[in-house]
């Protein structure tokens, strides 16, 4: 039997050193910092560079940009030379192979969650077909982040391209998800935000600020769910 490939993860919308680290400590292959304003886990290039700073070898910082101008995509690029680009917005095809100029990127698409909404995938792979990847996540007003998912029965069978998803994913379910969708794509990578965020005293989620214990579970799922696809 042949091994079965690693789920890639990458943990987003790290605002704190002591964050970054813990994600890092916790096993994740990338971290995500919202260079969007109106995101409540949104930084600026600056402090972007500065959490990535301290990233060991092969941890990939990811830079997730929201219909950007051509300075603010320079001046992050100028900062952090090395990161991988997300664009979550509307941005054209076109315009994602201009910014990265031969940089690795990653293409958001976002997905309805009602069913009767049509959507179709192949066709939006196809418009980006230089990216790296495809995300995956949940259609909400404020472009990701929202902790909803979308029904994943609609990706179709067999996606001939990097998959990420993203959209509500938690410890709880994302071995559900790996589950689902490794076998029908080329490779899989998980992307989770507000599943492993802390939360106050009266319950709600502390937005842009990471729980370790939440980060190790997250990982450890995803692990054990690789884990039991080699059985």
Known sequence: MSPVARTRIKI???????????AVDAGADAVGFVLYANSPRAVDAA???ELARGLPPFVTPVLLFVNPADAEVAQALALLPSATLQFHGDETATDC???AAGRPWVRAARIPVDPAIPYDLLDFMHAHRL???ILVDTLSPGYGGSGLTFPWSRIPP????HLVLSGGL??????????LLAPRVRSLAVDVSSGVEAIDATGATRKGIKDARKMQQFVAAVRAADARRQT
Do not use: F, I, P
């Open 12 to 22: 987003c919308g790290l605002t704190r050193e002591a964050d970054v680290r813990a």
């Open 47 to 49: 402090r972007a560079a």
């Open 97 to 99: 192979v201009r910014w």
């Open 131 to 133: 990216a790296t990847g």
């Open 158 to 161: 067999d996606v001939d391209c």
């Open 170 to 179: 938690t410890a709880a379910n994302v071995a559900e998800g790996v589950r």
